[in-house]
């Protein structure tokens, strides 16, 4: 995974871009970066989630999931199909998938000095994905790690965010799938004192090798979940094939009612 190079955008950090009730982030990853990393370093709290077909999907049938979402001081567009149906509906946001600016990321997280904790992928997973990025920053500061492989309801869990809180972290970055890794985000949001709780899906597969991530051109074209179907049919049909039509379905909807509420003032 070779380093993004990108246009800096200057944007409004509190400008937010309403799609469906929900407000996605307006500015592109390095601005987001910029911000993530501010907030950490003043220890302003701030959750970090995104927004795809998959978890849209989601919201749409569990209520506490949308509110979960609704909440949250980041949501940003992890997709195309949100991309084009913000724009449908009056909105610009950028598409933001965050193993295209991970890098970039530690590298500025490196730079600042500030401590980071891992939690999150199957035994094994995290810790050579922890390999990688020492490797690539040796300064980067891994304050601690987990695999996300607990009972989260039980004794198992409160050693893990004892363990977060002992770490001194200043972002806590959860990789897991959707929405447990928001429902686990939102526990740490009142159990550990951690500025900045991002949750991540599937990066800590990329990098530990577990998974390959589509080719840059063609998710550029929104077609990463075409890649991610023709290398795991049996495990991601459900989610894409059936999950897209829906998602289709639903976000068509918003889109219809937000121009007739247009046309209507």
Request: aromatic content about 12%.
């Amino acid at each position: 995974m070779k380093k993004r190079i990108e246009k800096r955008v200057e944007n409004n950090e509190d400008e937010r871009v309403l799609f469906d009730g929900l407000k996605l982030w307006a500015g592109n990853s390095d601005a987001l970066e910029t911000y993530l990393i501010s907030r950490a370093k003043r220890g302003d709290l701030t959750r970090v989630f995104y927004l795809n077909a998959h978890t849209y999907n989601l919201l749409c049938k569990d209520v506490g999931y949308r509110k979960f979402l609704c909440e949250a001081e980041v949501l940003y567009a992890d997709g195309m199909s949100v991309v084009w149906a913000a724009r449908a509906c009056g909105g610009r946001v950028f598409r933001m998938t965050a193993v295209d600016f991970f890098d970039d990321f530690l590298a500025r997280a490196e730079e600042e000095g500030l401590g980071l904790y891992f939690l999150g992928g199957k035994p094994g997973v995290v810790d050579r994905a922890c390999d990688v990025w020492r490797g690539r920053y040796p300064k980067l500061r891994i304050v601690g790690s987990h695999h996300g492989y607990f009972d989260r309801d039980g004794v198992h869990q409160g050693e893990i965010l004892a363990d977060i809180n002992t770490s001194k972290a200043d972002i806590l970055l959860i990789g897991m799938g959707s929405p447990s890794q928001e429902i686990l985000a939102n526990r740490c949001r009142d159990t550990v004192r951690v500025p900045v709780i991002w949750t991540l899906g599937a990066l800590f597969d990329y990098y530990a090798g577990e998974e390959k991530a589509a080719p840059r051109w063609l998710a550029k074209m929104g077609f990463e979940w075409f890649y991610r179907l023709w290398r795991d049919p049996r495990n991601k049909w459900r989610r894409y094939l059936i999950g897209n039509a829906l998602f289709l379905y639903r976000a068509g909807k918003v889109i219809i009612k937000s121009h007739i509420s247009g046309i209507k003032q």
